[in-house]
């Protein structure tokens, strides 16, 4: 393969992952400080305004006038560790924030209206420069956001609907480095920087049942949500005759986000104590493959300008279960997570290495004055390790994670 063939094709196979970034252990569903202390199981609950992402349906219960606004920390740990376990690499530490914001009205006749904004998709990875792993990751970031209006509609407080539209706007910036062939058994490292950004419109849905007293059954849905996701592609390199084969220039490609069924059953055994458990169903098989098409004059006419690549990714589920104790004007929360990997061993990359969860929550609401509320909650994220070998991977090793979680909403209610 010649240097010019070689380095395009190096070129192609950088880019087909930026989109990458949107997927699996980069979903967010802590879009409620309350929501996220019970362990996420909300949606037959649905009693606070973050009920426009659990389950619009819940706002018609909420009579008046509802502010609701924070977001959570989020600070992932990560280490790779090489097959034989003579090396090991940390990822950068970072953390991230990403907020929720929400303005609910509910009408006395049973139609309630509002509007959210949070992030879905986010979150990023950073590894040291350079390490083993540099020419499959060094920096990735990405941040998105959803803006849903809502509308509900309530019949004699037994049954409620809601719906929403929903529009996603996103950006992602990927570095990391390539390594090119010079002749004589030589090779010249440089490095690549992608970025592009993208908006799209998806819906959500919402059914509330409470058939008996202190019983309340609630299911939603969220669509799945198609990027034609446009894109640039910068490469720097110390020796001008091989940055003349890397102009550079822009990229396409079209990425479908997955559609979330979230179902629940919540029941009030006394004034003081609510159980909740739910089930979230994530349609990641959505993501089967990856394509990317680069413009005209990007790169030379003999290289093809479409480039496919397989992930194969699979629809997966979450099961969560939440807790709420109650002694005015304080509520205790807990909750528990078990959340099953889309990502198949093939696909595991230090871009995004993610794995089964088991995660814990707790949490503590207060009314700090009149009309005003306060939410805390904490989580953590425990990944199983993951080991996965040559030739199932192109990058084998044991992948470490964990995260740390700190949610905290104000609430103002009228």
């Known amino acids: 393969m010649t240097l010019l063939?070689?380095?395009?094709?190096?070129?192609?196979?950088?880019?087909?992952?930026?989109?990458?970034?949107?997927?699996?252990?980069?979903?967010?569903?802590?879009?409620?400080?309350?929501?996220?202390?019970?362990?996420?199981?909300?949606?037959?609950?649905?009693?606070?305004?973050?009920?426009i992402y659990f389950n619009p349906a819940g706002l018609a219960f909420q009579n008046g006038f509802h502010v609701l606004a924070g977001g959570t920390l989020i600070a992932p740990f990560?280490?790779?560790?090489?097959?034989?376990?003579?090396?090991?690499?940390?990822?950068?530490?970072?953390?991230?924030?990403?907020?929720?914001?929400?303005?609910t009205y509910g009408m006395k006749n049973g139609l309630a209206f509002g509007?959210?904004?949070?992030?879905?998709?986010?979150?990023?990875?950073?590894?040291?420069?350079?390490?083993?792993?540099?020419?499959?990751?060094?920096?990735?970031?990405?941040?998105?956001?959803?803006?849903?209006?809502?509308?509900?509609?309530?019949?004699?407080?037994?049954?409620?609907?809601?719906?929403?539209?929903?529009?996603?706007?996103?950006?992602?910036?990927?570095?990391?480095?390539?390594?090119?062939?010079?002749?004589?058994?030589?090779?010249?490292?440089?490095?690549?920087?992608?970025?592009?950004?993208?908006?799209?419109?998806?819906?959500?849905?919402?059914?509330?049942?409470?058939p008996i007293k202190n019983l309340s059954i609630g299911a939603s849905y969220r669509s799945s949500i198609k990027l034609d996701y446009d894109g640039t592609a910068t490469f720097t390199f110390p020796v001008p005759q091989v940055q003349a084969l890397f102009p550079g220039g822009s990229g396409k490609t079209t990425i479908k986000l997955p559609d979330n069924i979230f179902a629940g059953i919540a029941y009030e055994f006394n004034p003081r104590f609510t159980l909740e458990g739910d089930f979230q169903y994530i349609g990641w098989s959505s993501y089967d493959q990856l394509s990317v098409t680069l413009a005209q004059g990007s790169v030379p006419a003999s290289v093809p300008l479409t480039q496919t690549s397989v992930k194969d990714w699979k629809n997966t589920w979450m099961a969560r279960v939440g807790a709420e104790y109650r002694f005015e004007p304080v509520a205790l929360r807990f909750g528990f997570i078990y959340d099953k990997t889309p990502q198949?061993?093939?696909?595991?990359?230090?871009?995004?290495?993610?794995?089964?969860?088991?995660?814990?929550?707790?949490?503590?609401?207060?009314?700090?004055?009149?009309?005003?509320?306060?939410?805390?909650?904490?989580?953590?994220?425990?990944?199983?390790?993951?080991?996965?070998?040559?030739?199932?991977?192109?990058?084998?090793?044991?992948?470490?994670?964990?995260?740390?979680?700190?949610?905290?909403?104000?609430?103002?209610?009228?």
């Open 5 to 51: 063939r070689y380095c395009v094709a190096v070129l192609l196979v950088l880019l087909l992952p930026v989109s990458a970034a949107f997927a699996g252990g980069f979903q967010l569903n802590e879009h409620g400080t309350k929501a996220m202390a019970m362990g996420g199981a909300f949606a037959a609950q649905a009693n606070d305004p973050s009920a």
């Open 78 to 103: 990560s280490t790779w560790t090489s097959p034989t376990g003579a090396t090991e690499t940390e990822q950068v530490r970072q953390v991230f924030f990403p907020p929720n914001a929400y303005v």
């Open 115 to 210: 509007v959210g904004v949070f992030s879905g998709y986010g979150l990023g990875t950073e590894w040291p420069n350079p390490w083993a792993g540099d020419q499959l990751a060094i920096k990735t970031n990405l941040t998105s956001f959803n803006i849903n209006p809502t509308v509900s509609y309530a019949y004699k407080d037994m049954i409620s609907v809601g719906v929403g539209a929903s529009y996603v706007t996103s950006e992602v910036k990927l570095t990391r480095a390539l390594v090119v062939p010079i002749g004589g058994g030589r090779t010249l490292k440089g490095s690549t920087y992608l970025s592009g950004t993208k908006g799209a419109w998806g819906f959500s849905g919402g059914l509330l049942v409470k």
């Open 344 to 414: 198949p061993n093939k696909s595991v990359e230090p871009m995004l290495p993610d794995a089964n969860r088991v995660e814990g929550t707790v949490g503590i609401g207060t009314k700090i004055v009149e009309h005003l509320t306060l939410d805390f909650a904490f989580q953590f994220i425990m990944f199983s390790d993951r080991t996965v070998t040559s030739p199932e991977n192109v990058f084998p090793g044991t992948y470490t994670n964990k995260a740390y979680l700190f949610g905290l909403d104000i609430g103002y209610n009228l």
